[in-house]
Nanobody, 116 residues
């Protein structure tokens, strides 16, 4: 049973924008902090941004000022608005609880490619 569904990725030029979405169930989402993670080829998965159930946000230094995480508690959905994209943002992006809930399988992720 698919419980995390990421979407919104694509190919974009440097300086462009994308908005990622992650739809999940209330059992996973409600009352929990959620995070966006990314994994570039040959690198470990890393936390990009996180948001608590009350809306407090944190960001990795590499994306501060460019990315914005948000959530819609009525839709059990978390978003990642990515602006001023750079080639080094190229990765597969995933969502999960924050900290990661190890009992929850990762979704398929959504590929973000930043290239001219």
């Amino acid at each position: 049973q698919v419980q995390l569904v990421e979407s919104g990725g694509g190919l974009v030029q440097p300086g462009g924008s994308l908005r990622l979405s992650c739809a999940t169930s209330g059992r996973i989402f409600s009352g929990y902090a959620m995070g966006w993670y990314r994994q570039a080829p040959g690198k470990q998965r890393e936390l990009v941004a996180a948001i608590t159930s009350g809306g407090t946000t944190t960001y990795a230094d590499a994306v501060k000022g460019r990315f914005t995480i948000s959530r819609d508690n009525a839709k059990n959905t978390v978003y990642l608005q990515m602006n001023s994209l750079k080639p080094e943002d190229t990765a597969v992006y995933y969502c999960n609880r924050h900290p990661v809930w190890t009992q929850l399988s990762w979704g398929q992720g959504t590929q973000v490619t930043v290239s001219s």
